[in-house]
């Protein structure tokens, strides 16, 4: 709610825009951009096509974006016309500071079943790590593999995603994934427990992973 109250970043920085790319897998997504002024790793997507290459998206200054494209083989970096903001990048420093004051006042639990960060492979289970991740998260790149690796790593049996999500970003998790994006895919979400033979635990047990 605390977003459609955020100021825009200062007019004379220039407009800001994401871009997608491909990259070899075994190219370690940041080392593209040590020499490159005002361009940031946004994503990490994982795994596309055969697997042999990685989709990364980077977030900048649209001048900067267009200028490192050019240094690549042609049509090689897609710059979005659709995305004004370089999200989960330091472009977006304007919106952790604004949001800081709402952080640091508002009330963490520790979470019930963990939460597995996008931005380490790693479980979170402290109100602490909740509440670090929501400060990191406008200006810290993420990567759906760590996510992913995480949720292997815990045994998960069943991915439920909710909402529009990338088609394929999850292709690679070796569980099965459903995609929930309206009200009327539920019970095809609910079906797909049974039908992958999932056993849930009681209530007692907490929220199902």
Same mark, same amino acid.
């Given at each position: 709610?605390?977003?459609?109250? *955020?100021?825009?970043?200062?007019?004379?920085?220039?407009?800001?825009?994401?871009?997608?790319?491909?990259?070899?897998?075994?190219?370690?997504?940041?080392?593209?951009?040590?020499?490159?002024?005002?361009?940031?790793?946004?994503?990490?997507?994982?795994?596309?096509?055969?697997?042999?290459?990685?989709? *990364?998206?980077?977030?900048?200054?649209?001048?900067?974006?267009?200028?490192?494209?050019?240094?690549?083989?042609?049509?090689?970096?897609?710059?979005?016309?659709?995305?004004?903001?370089?999200?989960?990048?330091?472009?977006?420093?304007?919106?952790? #500071?604004?949001?800081?004051?709402?952080?640091?006042?508002?009330?963490?639990? #520790?979470?019930?079943?963990?939460?597995?960060?996008?931005?380490?492979?790693?479980?979170?289970?402290?109100?602490?790590?909740?509440?670090?991740?929501?400060?990191?998260?406008?200006?810290?790149?993420?990567? *759906?593999?760590?996510?992913?690796?995480?949720?292997?790593?815990?045994?998960?049996?069943?991915?439920?995603?909710?909402?529009?999500?990338?088609?394929?970003?999850?292709?690679?998790?070796?569980?099965?994934?459903?995609?929930?994006?309206?009200?009327?895919?539920?019970?095809?979400?609910?079906?797909?427990?049974?039908?992958?033979?999932?056993?849930?635990?009681?209530?007692?047990?907490? *929220?199902?992973?």
């Amino acid at each position: 709610m605390r977003l459609r109250e *955020v100021p825009p970043p200062a007019a004379d920085t220039g407009p800001q825009a994401v871009a997608m790319l491909r990259i070899p897998y075994d190219t370690a997504p940041g080392d593209l951009l040590d020499d490159v002024p005002d361009v940031y790793l946004s994503a990490d997507l994982g795994r596309v096509g055969t697997g042999q290459e990685r989709m *990364v998206l980077l977030g900048g200054y649209r001048s900067a974006l267009q200028r490192f494209g050019e240094g690549l083989p042609a049509g090689a970096l897609h710059v979005s016309e659709d995305h004004g903001a370089a999200f989960h990048s330091p472009l977006q420093r304007h919106i952790s #500071d604004f949001l800081e004051p709402t952080l640091d006042a508002m009330t963490f639990h #520790d979470p019930r079943v963990p939460v597995h960060s996008c931005m380490e492979r790693k479980a979170l289970t402290t109100a602490d790590e909740i509440r670090d991740l929501f400060h990191r998260n406008p200006t810290a790149p993420v990567s *759906v593999p760590h996510m992913i690796g995480g949720l292997e790593d815990n045994g998960t049996e069943l991915g439920l995603v909710l909402g529009p999500a990338a088609f394929g970003t999850f292709q690679n998790a070796s569980f099965p994934v459903v995609h929930v994006e309206s009200p009327d895919h539920v019970f095809e979400a609910m079906t797909a427990v049974y039908d992958f033979g999932i056993e849930l635990p009681s209530t007692e047990a907490g *929220v199902a992973q």
